[in-house]
């Protein structure tokens, strides 16, 4: 398990999440990957009225053979204020990445890396505190500007931003919309292309991406179920 005997209290308010921000930001390394992952995880977040629900599955990177899952549901504690959205998703999730029992290798989360005003999306944010290799994988663009790529799979644009590449714009199907794809820590943006690419199989989404968001589609069904 990642269990830690540090805890890491998230902020509560804007003024101490700007400062967290500014403070990880600087703490982001974009490196390659030493080796091929192994174990591969994703995560996603979910909401009620007043609750966060988290989910992370880990899958053999080989073969895309799905190990393990992990839900965890929290009081939601910061607001809904855009490019903050990890303080608000974020203990949750991590709660939910420390239970895994396996160790992943790398972790796909569902929104930026780099690509975000701050430089520090969902997956750059977590991958420091984690101090693991992950990568953003969004369905929409936050920041940036990008040529159109070409409608084949495994095609790819840069995303561009104040004059630097700061994701791609990735192909993952045959003729139907692109992700966003980011580097969020400790790897580089051709690796994580190349890694979206293999998790993807016959879906616009990674398979562990997809296997996330279907836990927490269906633990806010039965959240909501109960509350009828």
């Given at each position: ?29 974009i490196t390659p990957l030493r080796m091929q992952p192994k174990y591969i995880a994703a995560a ?121 590449t700061i994701g791609a714009v990735l192909r993952t199907r045959d003729n139907v919309r692109p992700v966003f794809v980011s580097p969020g820590h ?43």
């Amino acid at each position: 398990m990642l269990t830690s005997e540090k805890t890491y209290i998230w902020p509560s308010n804007i003024k101490d999440a700007k400062a967290v921000q500014e403070e990880l930001r600087h703490k982001v390394k974009i490196t390659p990957l030493r080796m091929q992952p192994k174990y591969i995880a994703a995560a996603d977040a979910a909401f009620t009225d007043n609750k966060i629900i988290g989910a992370v599955c880990i899958y053999k990177y080989q073969g895309l053979e799905c190990l393990h899952h992990e839900i965890v549901v929290r009081k939601i504690t910061f607001p809904y204020v855009p490019s903050y959205l990890t303080f608000r998703e974020g203990p949750a999730i991590m709660e939910a990445i420390k239970k895994l029992k396996i160790m992943p290798d790398v972790i796909i989360f569902d929104g930026q890396g780099i690509a975000h005003p701050k430089g520090l999306g969902i997956a750059s944010h977590i991958g420091v505190l984690l101090d693991i290799p992950t990568i953003g994988c969004a369905k929409s663009r936050l920041i940036g500007t990008f040529k159109e790529p070409s409608k084949r799979k495994g095609q790819w644009s840069r995303l561009m931003h104040n004059g630097k590449t700061i994701g791609a714009v990735l192909r993952t199907r045959d003729n139907v919309r692109p992700v966003f794809v980011s580097p969020g820590h400790k790897i580089d943006l051709g690796t994580s292309v190349d890694i979206i690419v293999h998790c993807t199989g016959n879906y616009r989404i990674p398979l562990p991406q997809r296997c996330a968001d279907m836990f927490t589609k269906r633990a806010k069904q039965k959240i909501l179920g109960k509350c009828l």
